[in-house]
C-alpha cells in the first residue's frame, strides 16, 4: 500500500464550504494566493497545483457560464489570460502551457458556480517516471516562493489594465 501524506489539505476538507466561493472570498479579503484584482478580472494561484504557476483567471463578478458574462468582461478576462501567459513566460520560462476552462462539475470544475481558467505552465520532462509509474506530482517549488515571483509583475499588470 501506499501512503502519501498532504496534511495542507485537511483545512480545506473540514472547512465549510456551503456557500462559500474561492474567488468571491478572495475578493473581500487580503490573501497569500491573490496576484491581481482588477475592476471586472481577477488572477489567483490554485491552492492545489498541478505544476508551479498553475494560475486561475476569472471575472471579478459571480458568474457560472460564458453567456452570462458581458462583451467587456469576455474582452478583460482573455487579456488577462494573455497577460499571465506573458508575465509566466517572464518569470518561469516555461516550455508551453496547458489554458482551459471546466464548465460543470462533470467535465472537472472544481468550483462550477464561478466560471474560471486554469493557466498551467508547462516544462518539457515535468512529467516523470515518478508521475507515470508513482502517480505522484512533485512540484519542486514552495507556493509562497512562486507568488513572491510573480506578484510584483501582477503588481504592474494593474495600471496596464486600467490604462
Not at 114 to 129: E, K, M, Q, S, T
Not at 139 to 148: C, F, N, R
Amino acid at each position: 500500500m501506499k501512503t502519501m501524506w498532504a496534511p495542507w489539505r485537511i483545512e480545506y476538507i473540514l472547512s465549510d464550504k456551503e456557500g462559500i466561493c474561492i474567488f468571491c472570498d478572495a475578493l473581500s479579503e487580503n490573501d497569500d494566493l491573490t496576484l491581481y484584482k482588477g475592476r471586472l478580472t481577477m488572477v489567483m494561484m490554485n491552492k492545489f497545483p498541478y505544476t508551479n504557476g498553475h494560475l486561475l483567471v476569472a471575472p471579478t463578478r459571480h458568474v457560472s457560464s460564458l453567456s452570462e458574462l458581458q462583451k467587456d468582461e469576455m474582452g478583460e478576462l482573455m487579456a488577462t489570460v494573455e497577460r499571465s501567459v506573458a508575465i509566466l513566460k517572464k518569470v518561469m520560462n516555461p516550455d508551453g502551457f496547458n489554458i482551459g476552462l471546466n464548465l460543470g462539475k462533470v467535465a472537472g470544475a472544481g468550483v462550477e458556480e464561478h466560471l474560471h481558467f486554469h493557466i498551467v505552465p508547462r516544462w518539457f520532462g515535468d512529467v516523470n517516471a515518478l508521475t507515470v509509474f508513482g502517480e505522484v506530482r512533485v512540484i519542486p517549488e514552495h507556493i509562497q516562493s512562486t507568488y513572491h515571483n510573480l506578484k510584483p509583475q501582477f503588481d504592474k499588470l494593474e495600471i496596464s489594465i486600467l490604462n
